[in-house]
């Protein structure tokens, strides 16, 4: 019991500020939220987060699946110090750790993918004393062959216009490398018959001053 109301008040008012400064503890959570991945492969379902708190022994993940048929939500994985595979169900002996809880990595790899694999893959984590957050989302296509999406499209694109440029340049500096070699030719050819003419004009006045001479 306070003694006086404004003791009681004061701690009271301390109370709301020491709260308000305190960090709110929420763990988030990133995922790729949308996946496509052709069946009978393996595929990494990435689930990364960050915390207010540090890391240690007390951090959980658990994966989860919701098939895109319906039905109940089945277990896929659990991490609490050693990963816990399933025992039963579609996902034994199909899921395998590949997180790092020091760089605040939770994925996980799921091996021989299957067309009733489609559905929506979910990851909580809770690392005390952050345990609210939202839950992350994958949702999984399996399908025959992965399609194209418009960054592969731009991709190729930027790819090809570049290909189309190295090859104009190449062209052009073979052209202008045939061109001075030519030229370089013909100037030989014009020296050559220059060193001639003016060998031939020699000889000729050579022999007119010897004529000269005879005379």
């Known amino acids: ?12 008012l ?15 959570i990133y995922t790729s939220q949308v996946l496509e991945a052709v069946n009978g492969t393996n595929v990494r379902l990435k689930c990364t987060f960050s ?11 658990t994966w989860n699946f919701r ?15 050693d990963p816990f595979k399933p025992m039963s169900g579609r996902f034994k002996d199909r899921v395998v ?38 839950i992350g989302e994958i949702r999984l296509s399996v399908v025959h062959t992965v399609r194209f999406s418009e960054i592969y499209f ?12 190295v090859i104009i340049v190449i062209a052009v500096v ?21 060193s001639k003419e003016e060998e031939g004009l020699n000889q000729e006045k050579k022999v007119s001053v010897y004529l000269e001479d005879t005379d």
Not at 67 to 72: H, I, L
């Open 1 to 12: 019991m306070c003694g006086k109301s404004t003791s009681c008040a004061g701690l009271l």
């Open 14 to 28: 301390l109370g709301v500020q020491l709260t308000a400064l305190w960090p709110i503890a929420a763990v988030e």
């Open 51 to 61: 915390s207010f708190a540090p890391v240690g022994d007390a951090l959980t993940v």
């Open 67 to 81: 098939p895109r048929d319906g039905g109940p939500e089945q277990f896929v994985f659990y991490y609490h110090v």
């Open 97 to 134: 750790w590949d997180g790092n809880p020091e760089r605040y990595d939770a994925s996980i790899i799921l091996w021989k993918l299957r067309f009733d694999d489609n559905g929506t893959y979910t990851c909580q984590v809770k690392n005390p004393p952050d345990v609210d957050g939202l």
């Open 154 to 165: 731009l991709a190729l694109a930027i790819g090809s216009a570049c290909a189309l440029m």
């Open 174 to 194: 073979l052209v202008q490398h045939f061109r001075k070699k030519r030229w370089a030719e013909r100037a030989h050819k014009v020296v050559e018959i220059k």
